[in-house]
C-alpha cells in the first residue's frame, strides 16, 4: 500500500477517526493499523438505537490518567468498548469498562474477564492485555485494540456473506483458539461471530483473536480431571449459536463450543442460521436438534452450507465428555479453505470479491 492508497483509505473513514490514527500511518514500516478493517466509532445515533443511555466514559475523557477516550466501539449486555490513545505510548488501544455496581450488586463478570485474560497471556488467539483493575466506579481491561468484529464484517459484505476460504479459516484459528482455552481446563461458553476479531496491524491482520472471557466456566480441576456436571447447569450463552446441550441445560463442556464454531460458521458462509427468524427457543431447540440427525439433515446443508457437512457430521459423532479431536476438526477446516493459506489474503482484503463472483454463477 502507497501513501496515496492510505490517503485515499483515510479520506473514506470517518475524519475523527482517521485523526486519532494518522499519527501512526507511516508507509515506511509494516505497523500501521488496518485502516479498512478497523471497528467503526458508533454515531450518536446508533448508540441511541442500541438503547444504551449512558456512555460510561464520554470522548475526551483522560481514563486513569493514561489513557484519552476517543469514541465507543463496541458494546455488550455487560460492558462498553472504547477506542483510546495511551497518551504515554502515542499508540492505540481498547478501553473495557464495566460499572462496578449493577442493580444494587458488585459485578464480578470482569473481575473474572481480567483473570483468565491474564493467565491466558502469550496464547496466539487472545488479545494482548496492558492494564486492568478497578476504580471507584468500573472495572476495566485496557487491551491490543483489533478489527471490526466477524459479524459485522459480513453484514458489510455486499453478499451478506463471507467465502468458504474465508470463513474455512475462521473455523481452523477459532478451534486452535478453543484447544488452548479448553487444555487451561476452561470452556468459553459464548462462542459467536461477534467475538471472533482479526488483529488490525499489518503483521496480525490475519491472526483471530477470541473475546469476551466473561463467560468462562472451569470444567476440569487443576490436575485435569472433569469434574463432575451439575444436574441442571442452567442457560448460558447466546441463543442463536448455543448447542442443543446448553438449551437442555446440561453441564457445558468443549463439544459445546465447537457447536457454537459450527452455528457461526454456517451464519458466516451461508448469511444466517435456518433458525434466524425463530422467536421461539423451544423451537430454535427443535431446528437444531434437526439438523444433527444426519440422515435427515440434507435441505440444511445444500449450497453454501454444503462445505460445513463434515465439520458437522465430525462433530455430532463426537462424545461431549471426551476430550475432542482438535487436529483432526483443523484438518477439515482447511479442506474448506484451500487452496487459500492461512496468511494469504481474506475477503475483506479483496474487496469480498470471491462471494461477489460466486453471486454472479
Ligand atoms: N479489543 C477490542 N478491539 C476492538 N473491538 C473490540 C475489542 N473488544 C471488544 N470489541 C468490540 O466490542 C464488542 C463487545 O465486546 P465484548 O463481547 O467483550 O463485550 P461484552 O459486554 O462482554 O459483550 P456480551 O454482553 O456479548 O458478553 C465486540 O463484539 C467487538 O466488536
Same mark, same amino acid.
Given at each position: 500500500m502507497d501513501t496515496q492508497e492510505v490517503s485515499a483509505i483515510q479520506r473514506r473513514r470517518s475524519s475523527k477517526a482517521s485523526r486519532i490514527l494518522s499519527f501512526q500511518i507511516n508507509t515506511s514500516n509494516s505497523q500501521f493499523p488496518n485502516l479498512e478493517i478497523l471497528p467503526k466509532m458508533s454515531?450518536?445515533?446508533e448508540i441511541a438505537e442500541k438503547r444504551i443511555k449512558q456512555l460510561h466514559l464520554t470522548p475526551g475523557t483522560i481514563f486513569m490518567n493514561r489513557w484519552s477516550i476517543e469514541g465507543m466501539i463496541g458494546s455488550g449486555g455487560y460492558g462498553q468498548i472504547f477506542l483510546a490513545m495511551d497518551t504515554k505510548k502515542n499508540e492505540v488501544r481498547a478501553v473495557k469498562i464495566e460499572p462496578k455496581m449493577r442493580m444494587e450488586m458488585i459485578t464480578k463478570r470482569m473481575i473474572m474477564e481480567m483473570d483468565v485474560m491474564l493467565k491466558m497471556q502469550g496464547k496466539q488467539h487472545v488479545p494482548l492485555v496492558y492494564s486492568s483493575g478497578y476504580n471507584n466506579e468500573f472495572n476495566f481491561i485496557v487491551m491490543?485494540?483489533?478489527?471490526?468484529?466477524?459479524?459485522?464484517?459480513?453484514?458489510?459484505?455486499?453478499?451478506?456473506?463471507?467465502?468458504k476460504e474465508t470463513v474455512g479459516r475462521i473455523v481452523y484459528q477459532t478451534v486452535n483458539a478453543l484447544k488452548d482455552i479448553h487444555e487451561m481446563g476452561y470452556v468459553h461458553r459464548d462462542v459467536k461471530p461477534a467475538n471472533i476479531c482479526f488483529g488490525c496491524h499489518q503483521q496480525n491482520r490475519h491472526i483471530l483473536y477470541l473475546l469476551d472471557f466473561g463467560l468462562l466456566r472451569r470444567f476440569k480441576t487443576d490436575a485435569g480431571i472433569r469434574k463432575p456436571s451439575r444436574p441442571n447447569a442452567g442457560f448460558k450463552g447466546t441463543e442463536r449459536y448455543v448447542s442443543v446441550r446448553v438449551h437442555e441445560k446440561l453441564e457445558q463442556t468443549p463439544w459445546d463450543d465447537l457447536f457454537s464454531v459450527m452455528y457461526s460458521a454456517y451464519e458466516l458462509v451461508v448469511g444466517e442460521v435456518p433458525w434466524r427468524h425463530l422467536?421461539?427457543?423451544?423451537?430454535?431447540?427443535?431446528?437444531?436438534?434437526?439438523?444433527?440427525?444426519?440422515?435427515?439433515?440434507?435441505?440444511?446443508?445444500?449450497?453454501?452450507?454444503?462445505?460445513?457437512?463434515?465439520?458437522?457430521?465430525?462433530?455430532?459423532?463426537?462424545?461431549?465428555?471426551?476430550?475432542?479431536? +482438535?487436529?483432526?476438526?483443523?484438518?477439515?477446516?482447511?479442506?474448506? +479453505?484451500?487452496?487459500?493459506?492461512l496468511n494469504d489474503l481474506y475477503d475483506w482484503d479483496e474487496g469480498f470479491k470471491l462471494t461477489l463472483s460466486d453471486e454472479k454463477d
Open positions: 454515531t450518536k445515533k491490543q485494540l483489533l478489527s471490526e468484529n466477524t459479524g459485522d464484517i459480513r453484514k458489510r459484505s455486499p453478499a451478506g456473506r463471507l467465502s422467536e421461539d427457543v423451544e423451537e430454535i431447540h427443535a431446528v437444531k436438534k434437526l439438523m444433527n440427525e444426519l440422515n435427515n439433515n440434507g435441505e440444511m446443508f445444500k449450497d453454501s452450507a454444503s462445505v460445513l457437512i463434515d465439520f458437522h457430521k465430525m462433530l455430532v459423532e463426537l462424545d461431549p465428555n471426551v476430550d475432542p479431536p +482438535y487436529e483432526k476438526l483443523m484438518n477439515c477446516a482447511k479442506v474448506m +479453505y484451500q487452496p487459500k493459506e
